[in-house]
């Protein structure tokens, strides 16, 4: 996720808003930033890797006065965060810019054949492509035919701005899936990927839609579809202040990051399937790496652990190969045995936590394969590992982690297929299935109505309970650790048949028990489980795959969609997480800065 803003008017001076307006997008990727600028003298362009107050220092170098410009604030995702990988990005002839948000799939066979065509490239990422093709369809003349040409030939999810030096009056603009804004003004028009980049500016705005190319100019904006016929996208007035636009009209980070799943489950998942199959590289892995190891080791912390909890169930399910998760602060003192046959793999969202580093150096010091799932594309994590995989979940800012965590489980049950085809055990209805999480996601989200009521009985209660048995177990461990750390209740989470060996000792009347059920092999035993705890006076609360009989014992539950058990896990998510956010919410607690916690974890 990367933020792009656009600015064409008549006389105004382009830099200031542009500049603005990357700083209120700068919570969707702050690693590098740039800014370039059309005037008939020639494109002049400012970028740097570090957050906007790096490129800030730079502004004066740029020419003032200058009406038509577009700027770029990265989340890296091909290509580390550098200078030269900062956007914008230019043609061989710098008389083209263009700033990008999104993933082009096939770049490296446009790249390969433009290369080949003379194309001189100065970076690693994907985006180049664009420019370059641009130049090649004669964009710098014709910038508007060249996009139109270009669009056929890009495949992935994107949004993208260009601008040309010989035509600077004009932006052109398309979106594919990715987020794009058009903002109305007076003798000027914006562009943003939200609403936040030019609500100072106007509040009247279009929001091109999956297909939409716009050409903008300081007073007019023509949006087309994909064979070139005009098409009119209604003009909202955006009732938002710039605090909520934002967090894109949510109160908190830690919601929007919540309901954007499904979309992100989308990204993460985009280009990793072809013809049914996972596709080895795209998870940073190749075949022979792949068989070569016989086990596996997970290090991670906190809700990275959790996932990894996810990860040795559906590995081993599914491909029969043996895998140990460790809590990266014992992991690192626990002397432990490492061989050659055993892949380390580290979990990490931000790929700074010092436990979770310090484990994989340990592995690398004794010589052993090191693979990581990260979110955070050159983070140390990601640059001191062999191989590296990332969860493409866009920046995530509250401090409870979401979507960070269902995309590594989404990482997590690509490996677990791809294990399993060279197992001979492929599974091609799961993978199938995996395309179908973004769809089940939105449902989920459609039918919580009951969680604010669970949330507002839960915010007045002590302590509770999570159960659950296999995935659902794991899960539990990670819906108690989003009530504790946001709402500030004394949580636990216990294997559902493990109650009765001591914690039952702790139900009594009013206690709230929330119990997991997704899985179909073992239901029947949580369900004796939950009418020990409800004998006890327990108040059970259930999360239950919808086609369990609506006859079970639980007094309050939410029905979820779920396709096959093993992809349940990043549905059955949803709503933990919401409970825990409407339960803090409802304390009135500071949900997405939670007292004494930090997003990285960066000591030990
Ligand atoms: O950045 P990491 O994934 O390595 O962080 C690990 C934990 O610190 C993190 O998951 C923490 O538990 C979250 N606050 C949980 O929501």
New binding site residues.
């Given amino acids: 996720m990367c933020g792009i803003v656009g600015f064409v008017g008549e006389k105004e001076d382009a830099l200031p808003f542009i500049f603005n307006g990357l700083k209120r997008l700068e919570y969707r990727g702050y690693d590098s930033a740039g800014i370039a600028l059309a005037s008939k003298s020639g494109i002049a362009i400012q970028k740097t890797q570090g957050k906007l107050a790096a490129l800030g220092e730079l502004l004066e170098a740029l020419p003032s006065g200058i009406p038509c410009g577009i700027g770029h604030t990265r989340w890296a995702t091909h290509g580390r965060p550098t200078n030269e990988n900062a956007h914008p990005h230019t043609d061989c002839q710098g008389e083209i810019a263009t700033v990008h948000n999104g993933i082009i799939e096939n770049f490296q066979t446009l790249r390969e054949e433009l290369i080949a065509k003379g194309h001189r490239f100065q970076s690693d990422t994907d985006t180049e492509v664009i420019p370059h093709l641009l130049e090649e369809y004669g964009g710098a003349e014709d910038l508007v035919g060249a996009v139109r040409q270009a669009e056929t030939r890009l495949q992935g999810a994107y949004a993208f701005l260009a601008i040309s030096s010989r035509d600077p009056e004009r932006i052109v603009a398309v979106r594919r899936t990715s987020p794009l804004i058009i903002g109305l003004g007076t003798n000027a028009n914006y562009l943003g990927s939200d609403f936040s980049a030019f609500l100072a500016a106007t509040k009247r705005a279009q929001i091109l839609e999956n297909g939409d190319m716009a050409v903008v100019t300081p007073h007019s904006v023509v949006i087309t579809d994909k064979a070139g016929s005009r098409i009119d996208r209604p003009v909202i007035t955006v009732d938002w202040d710039i605090k909520q636009a934002e967090r894109g009209g949510y109160p908190h980070f830690m919601l929007k990051e919540i309901m954007e799943q499904p979309d992100v489950w989308g990204d993460c998942l985009l280009g990793r399937i072809r013809d049914n199959e996972v596709v080895p590289q795209e998870i940073g892995l190749t075949w022979d790496q792949l068989a070569e190891y016989q086990r596996i080791q997970i290090v991670?912390?906190?809700?990275?652990?959790?996932a990894g909890l996810i990860g040795k169930a559906l590995i081993e399910r599914l491909a029969r190969i043996p895998v140990n998760v460790d809590v990266?602060s014992e992991f690192r003192y626990a002397s432990p045995i490492l061989d050659r046959g055993t892949m380390v793999m580290a979990?990490?969202?931000?790929?700074?936590?010092a436990d979770?580093l310090a484990c994989l150096r340990l592995a690398r010091e004794q010589g052993v394969f090191t693979y990581s799932i990260?979110?955070?594309v050159g983070s140390t994590?990601a640059r001191e590992s062999d191989a590296v995989a990332y969860t493409l979940a866009g920046p995530e800012i509250a401090?409870?982690?979401?979507k960070?965590?269902t995309t590594?489980i989404l990482v997590l049950s690509l490996l677990a297929l791809l294990l399993a085809r060279i197992k001979g055990r492929a599974r091609p209805d799961l993978v199938q299935g995996m395309l179908q999480l973004p769809f089940l996601g939105h449902k989920v989200l459609k039918g919580i109505d009951g969680i604010t009521t669970m949330a507002e009985r839960m915010a007045g209660t002590h302590d509770v309970f999570y159960i659950g048995r296999g995935l659902d177990y794991a899960l539990a461990m990670e819906g108690q650790?989003?009530i504790k750390?946001i709402s500030y209740l004394h949580a636990e989470a216990y294997p559902a048949g493990e109650l009765k060996h001591g914690t039952l000792a702790l139900i009594k009347e009013g206690v709230p028990v929330v119990a997991i059920l997704t899985e179909h092999d073992v239901w029947e035993k949580t369900v004796s489980n939950i009418l020990e705890v409800k004998a006890r006076g327990a108040e059970v609360w259930g999360i239950v795959d919808e086609r369990f009989p609506a006859t079970l014992p639980i007094d309050h539950y939410i029905p979820i969609p779920i396709g096959d058990t093993l992809l349940a896990p990043v549905l059955a998510a949803i709503p933990l997480q919401l409970l825990a956010y409407y339960t803090a919410v409802a304390r009135g607690e500071d949900v997405d800065q939670p007292r004494n916690?930090?997003?990285?974890?960066t000591v030990e």
């Fill in positions: 991670a912390a906190g809700t990275a652990y959790h990266a979990i990490s969202q931000s790929g700074e936590t979770t990260t979110n955070t994590v401090v409870a982690s979401t960070a965590y590594q650790l989003k750390e916690l930090a997003k990285s974890v």
